[in-house]
């Protein structure tokens, strides 16, 4: 069983920047792939980035030139660099980690934006 805790929430202004982490709690970067998620109230989950466990990444849209995802496979960590934040970005942002018929979840940490 995957476990995965997140952190680095909190209250932001437009413009600026937070960096969120996600500690698994074994070395499952080799086997699985990881992602950051995002669901603002009202909305769908939607996937905002992803990296393989190649190293490969790809992102949403909307958050392309703004947000970056890595992984230390030392600190079985992965973050997600959120610059230049928007208002629109506020979501509960939740990690998974994903490989053939399993998923797991984080419990989702909250980001908010204000204008």
């Known amino acids: 069983q995957v476990q995965l805790e997140e952190s680095g929430g909190g209250l932001v202004q437009a413009g600026g920047s937070l960096r969120l982490a996600c500690a698994a709690s074994g070395s499952i970067f080799r086997t699985h792939a990881m992602a950051w998620y995002r669901q603002a109230p009202g909305k769908q989950r939607e996937l905002v980035a992803r990296?393989?466990?190649?190293?490969?990444?790809n992102y949403a849209d909307s958050v392309k030139g703004r947000f970056t995802i890595s992984k230390d496979n030392a600190k079985n960590t992965v973050y997600l660099q959120m610059n230049s934040l928007k208002p629109e970005d506020t979501a509960v942002y939740y990690c998974?980690?994903?490989?053939?018929?399993?998923?797991?979840w984080g419990q989702g940490t909250q980001v908010t934006v204000s204008s």
């Open positions: 998974n980690a994903n490989r053939p018929y399993f998923d797991y």
């Open positions: 990296i393989t466990t190649g190293g490969s990444t």
